[in-house]
């Protein structure tokens, strides 16, 4: 009865069905890692597309076209009547730099007639008079002198260089006309036009003008935004994940603050903002615009996230590391300070730099507290006004110039080239002092 049953058995595993069955789970296994490999692939494919499509687009903003003129530094144009108060720093501000730079252009192109005269103004920026101004200002001595200068040209000439503007387009689908396009074949004829790395886009204030615009207010908020976020939401975070995890009974109060700060890191950014519109700015009436809003609004955000990842990392200290400071005479609290958070300090920092990254990439609450203000001057404090970059990103996405299509892509590579960074940070941070147990 026994080889009768162990042949049944054999029977069992070897009969057609049995070969059947396991071909069966073999093929699903096999469509199933080939699911697998179809969706990493799409994925890949898809980031790939991303990055190409931002960095095709955005790697020419980093290079601007200037036009080579001769400027006469006409004394004329300058207020006041003896060398001295033309010397000024008044005068100097106040005079007419435009009216020398039109001057200039209509001597490099004396064929083009009155009337086409404002065509031909047209092919260098509005910041061509400041470029004069700036030069003079730091050299009074070129007043009277012809100087040679490579001033901006405008975004349609930048475009129509970088290959952006169809030539062969009817000219009522094309912002340049053709007077100008004939221009701009002489001067690359001359070779009076050149396109030359764009140090302003990465130092410059903002513009509404695309050749002109710069992210340097955007990188100065975004850095004080983040100064306050880090110094509000880091002590926080770490001192309520230590009082969780080792000093907080077990109670159902502590169970709903863990379920409250759970709930807390999925919650929308959009409704940070508004509490920090409702509370901050109209309650407490606090700078509108100012990275101390906008940082603060960031920390609440960031600081479940925080807690959350403070407290895996004072969890995976072994117990014995408690247990051996208490049998040596150290008190909790000692042992909690001196050993098992310097043990868990590399996931804490690894875990904040995250947060941290997380905050940086985002616009929503921002927008709500004003950070999307055109803002000009570089802030030189968390009080004043400022904007950051994905605000920046999204101001220039809705400018209808094509020349802000380029300018759109090229702050998105510096905001992924900060958040890469970041992230690579806490990648060394967490190899480095990473202890295992």
């Known amino acids: ?46 980031l790939v597309f991303l990055l190409w499509t931002i960095v095709s687009n955005g790697y020419t ?3 601007q076209t200037s036009i080579r003129i001769e400027v006469m530094i006409d004394a004329e144009r300058i207020e006041g009547t003896t060398p001295a108060e033309k010397r000024s720093d008044l005068a100097l501000r106040t005079a007419d730099w435009r009216g020398m730079v039109n001057a200039s252009l209509a001597a490099k192109f004396p064929d083009v007639p009155r009337s086409d005269r404002r065509f031909v103004n047209d092919m260098v920026s509005q910041g061509a008079g400041t470029q004069v101004r700036d030069l003079v200002l730091s050299n009074p001595n070129l007043i009277g002198q012809s100087v040679t200068l490579w001033v901006l040209a405008h975004s349609n000439v930048d475009m129509l260089h970088k290959g952006f503007i169809e030539r062969d387009a009817p000219p009522n689908r094309r912002p340049v006309n053709d007077r100008q396009i004939a221009l701009y074949d002489q001067l690359v004829k001359e070779g009076s036009l050149e396109a030359k790395f764009n140090f302003r886009f990465l130092v ?42 080792e000093f907080a009974p077990r109670n ?68 014995s ?59 030189t404090g968390p009080l004043d006004a400022a904007t950051v970059l994905p605000v920046q990103v999204f101001r220039w996405a809705g400018q209808p110039e094509r020349g802000f299509v380029e300018k759109t892509s090229a702050a998105i590579m510096v905001l992924l080239v900060f958040l890469l960074f970041m992230n690579a940070a806490a990648i060394y941070l967490r190899k480095k002092f990473e202890r295992r147990w």
């Not at 057609?16 to 969706?39: D, I, M, N, W």
């Not at 615009?289 to 200290?317: E, N, Q």
């Open 204 to 245: 410059g204030a903002n513009s509404a003008s695309p050749e002109l615009a710069g992210m340097w207010v955007a990188i100065v908020g975004s850095f004080w935004t983040l100064v306050i976020c880090l110094a509000i939401a880091f002590p926080l975070g770490v001192l309520t994940a230590v009082w969780l995890e």
């Open 61 to 63: 903003a980093f290079m």
């Open 252 to 319: 159902k109060w502590t169970d709903l603050i863990e379920v409250n700060i759970n709930n807390l890191a999925a919650v929308p950014s959009i409704v940070f903002g508004l509490l920090g519109l409702a509370v901050f700015l109209n309650f407490f009436g606090m700078p509108r615009s100012s990275p101390f809003a906008g940082g603060i609004v960031l920390a609440l955000m960031s600081l479940p996230i925080m807690i959350i990842a403070a407290r895996a990392s004072l969890r995976a200290v072994p117990p």
């Open 321 to 379: 590391i408690r247990q051996a400071a208490i049998g040596l005479g150290a008190s909790k609290l000692q042992a909690i300070t001196h050993h098992v958070v310097p043990l868990a300090m590399p996931g804490i920092l690894t875990g904040t730099i995250l947060a941290m990254a997380h905050a940086l990439g985002e616009s929503a609450p921002l927008m709500l507290v004003g950070m999307n203000a055109f803002v000009v001057d570089v802030p």
């Open 1 to 46: 009865m026994t080889d009768m049953t162990i042949s049944t058995a054999s029977d069992l595993h070897t009969s057609g069905a049995a070969q059947a069955r396991l071909k069966a789970r073999y093929a699903r296994e096999a469509r199933f890692k080939a699911y697998g490999l179809v969706a990493i692939g799409f994925a890949v494919t898809a």
